[in-house]
């Protein structure tokens, strides 16, 4: 029993009052009244039913003849509704917003929406777009309607018009999906609007509507199905549910499968293979439908870098293919994604330190790349063959295709390095001489050697070496290091030059004349 969903944070509107979306119906006989509201005797001409220029359904349009001052003037009642119950509380602030657009030589006039009174006048400001501020397309505009009001006069109205001789003639406003909500609460973010039984463009307000842990002060960011379930992932929390296969969505049991895993973007799930991976504060998590297993813990310092007040604009892809895990972030102080975390799990996604206990050590790998992206997919081409693509945002309006073989950064060095661990010999504490280094290494261009000291304190350039694939030999060099530990570091940064290292092996033995400093000077 299949249904739709409209997302997860939801607009919060007040629904009860009339055909505020315009697509409740038409008077037929009062031509461009639509059902619900009143049309004014005097200032109501120009209104008509637009039903191709729109967001969803219909719109109202109103056309001016640059001669009258008012034109479509429509209203209703914001005291009560139809059964009489009040629409507004006394002493709360109410907005309103809605999409606003002109037919393209609209040069004159303004639209409002604004609450009035015939008896004590117009109450608050509303909303008011000039011709001169709506654009061609439909763009979404936010007012105060009116603020916390002592009193609530019984006739208040909600109305909608065009002023300021609006024209030339034959130009209009276009407005489409008013909503009336109280200023305080703009969304209500736990709130999932669900389509009904195999009716997907059906929304109820009433057996359509989930909560999702309303109350534990968290926004839903994302949702994804597994296999037969739904899940609901909100900021720092993880909800599931599922059709019981007789009932609508409102009536679907949710329950908690983690209160501490969750994600803060609507990107930040990824999908692999019966799989999921979810990027949050504490970390990326995998997550097969038991309990979510930790990814990340290895580059925490590093996670804890990227700018989380941003955190709305990463993402989250997975390469099954190449089966890479590729995460966008904005690190630093960036705003956007100006870093990719790859995570690489051809080996497995097994913690490295328990891999060490293993013969042999395989286990997933991390990498940083320096690729400013806000956007990735892996598209599949008319080859067959899916293929990552990025949405850069430099400045250059580029999308970047992650190419197999390709050795630059389009046309641009890519800088790559790979940095071992801090080295010692085997079983000898103190100082150490490294004298040799021996390595399988293929690839093409000049791969640049340098040792690290403790803390990357001091860079000592050991040489470069001349790279070629296959490569039939190890390489070798003189070093001629001393200090307690070096961390090897190999990179090569030239367009078209690359490297693949399979064995690297230091040479080191005590040092032949002080194994210790004998101060800390």
């Known amino acids: 029993m299949p249904s739709g969903f409209s997302g997860g944070a939801s607009a919060r509107k007040m629904s009860l009052f009339n055909n505020l979306s315009f697509d409740g119906g038409w008077d037929a006989v009062a031509t461009g009244r639509p059902l619900g509201?009143?049309?004014?005797?005097?200032?109501?001409?120009g209104g008509s039913r637009e039903s191709s220029d729109v967001i969803w359904g219909d719109a109202y349009r109103i056309t001016g003849d640059g001669a009258t001052l008012i034109r479509g003037?429509?209203?209703?009642?914001?005291?009560?509704?139809?059964?009489?119950?009040?629409?507004?509380?006394?002493?709360?602030?109410?907005?309103?917003?809605?999409?606003?657009?002109?037919?393209?030589?609209?040069?004159?006039?303004?639209?409002?929406?604004?609450?009035?009174?015939?008896?004590?006048?117009?109450?608050g400001s509303g909303l008011s777009v000039a011709a001169s501020a709506a654009t061609t397309g439909h763009q979404e505009f936010i007012a105060d309607l009116f603020p916390p009001q002592v009193l609530l006069p019984s006739d208040l109205v909600l109305r909608v018009y065009a002023d300021g001789t609006p024209g030339p003639s034959g130009e209009s406003f276009l407005v489409d999906c008013i909503e009336v909500f109280p200023t305080a609460a703009a969304q209500n973010s736990s709130l999932v609007r669900a389509s009904g039984t195999d009716e997907p463009e059906a929304y109820d307000g009433v057996s359509g509507i989930m909560e999702i842990a309303a109350n534990n002060g968290q926004g839903i960011r994302a949702a994804f199905k597994l296999r037969n379930n739904l899940y609901f992932a909100k900021e720092r929390s993880l909800y599931v549910t599922a059709t019981d296969?007789?009932?609508?969505?409102?009536?679907?049991?949710?329950?908690?499968?983690?209160?501490?895993?969750?994600?803060p973007s609507a990107h930040g799930i990824g999908f692999g293979e019966e799989w999921v991976v979810i990027a949050g504060r504490s970390g990326l998590y995998y997550f097969d439908g038991s309990a979510p297993i930790k990814l990340s813990q290895e580059i925490q310092p590093t996670w804890d870098a990227i700018n989380w007040q941003a955190a709305q604009s990463l993402w989250v892809v997975v390469d099954t293919q190449h089966k890479r895990i590729l995460v966008g972030v904005p690190m630093g102080t960036a705003t956007q994604p100006n870093e990719i975390l790859a995570l690489e799990y051809s080996e497995g996604?097994?913690?490295?330190?328990?891999?060490?206990?293993?013969?042999?050590?395989?286990?997933?790998?991390?990498?940083?790349?320096?690729?400013?992206?806000?956007?990735?997919?892996?598209?599949?081409?008319?080859?067959?063959?899916?293929?990552?693509?990025?949405?850069?945002?430099?400045?250059?309006t580029k999308i970047r295709a992650l190419t197999p073989g390709a050795f630059s950064d389009d046309g641009?060095?890519?800088?790559?390095?790979?940095?071992?661990?801090?080295?010692?010999?085997?079983?000898?504490?103190?100082?150490?001489?490294?004298?040799?280094?021996?390595?399988?290494?293929?690839?093409?261009?000049?791969?640049?050697?340098?040792?690290?000291?403790?803390?990357?304190?001091?860079?000592?350039?050991?040489?470069?070496?001349?790279?070629?694939?296959?490569?039939?030999?190890?390489?070798?060099?003189?070093?001629?290091?001393?200090?307690?530990?070096?961390?090897?570091?190999?990179?090569?940064?030239?367009?078209?030059?690359?490297?693949?290292?399979?064995?690297?092996?230091?040479?080191?033995?005590?040092?032949?004349?002080?194994?210790?400093?004998?101060?800390?000077?």
């Open 73 to 123: 003037l429509i209203s209703q009642s914001a005291a009560t509704n139809t059964a009489g119950d009040p629409l507004c509380v006394k002493g709360v602030d109410y907005s309103v917003r809605a999409r606003v657009k002109h037919s393209g030589g609209l040069t004159a006039g303004t639209l409002h929406i604004n609450a009035f009174s015939p008896s004590m006048g117009l109450i």
């Open 37 to 45: 509201w009143t049309l004014d005797p005097t200032s109501g001409a």
């Open 245 to 263: 296969g007789v009932n609508e969505p409102s009536l679907w049991s949710v329950e908690e499968v983690s209160n501490a895993v969750g994600t």
């Open 349 to 396: 996604l097994q913690d490295p330190l328990v891999a060490v206990f293993q013969s042999p050590e395989r286990s997933r790998k991390w990498t940083p790349w320096k690729i400013a992206a806000n956007s990735c997919a892996l598209v599949e081409r008319s080859t067959g063959v899916a293929q990552i693509f990025f949405g850069s945002n430099d400045g250059s």
């Open 412 to 521: 641009v060095a890519i800088h790559s390095y790979y940095t071992t661990a801090y080295l010692a010999a085997t079983g000898i504490s103190g100082r150490n001489l490294f004298g040799y280094l021996t390595a399988y290494v293929q690839g093409a261009g000049a791969l640049a050697l340098n040792a690290l000291s403790p803390g990357d304190v001091t860079l000592t350039a050991l040489g470069n070496w001349t790279l070629s694939a296959p490569a039939s030999r190890d390489m070798e060099q003189f070093i001629n290091v001393l200090g307690e530990r070096i961390s090897v570091q190999l990179s090569t940064n030239a367009a078209g030059a690359w490297f693949s290292v399979t064995k690297l092996v230091p040479w080191a033995k005590p040092d032949p004349f002080a194994v210790v400093r004998g101060t800390n000077a």
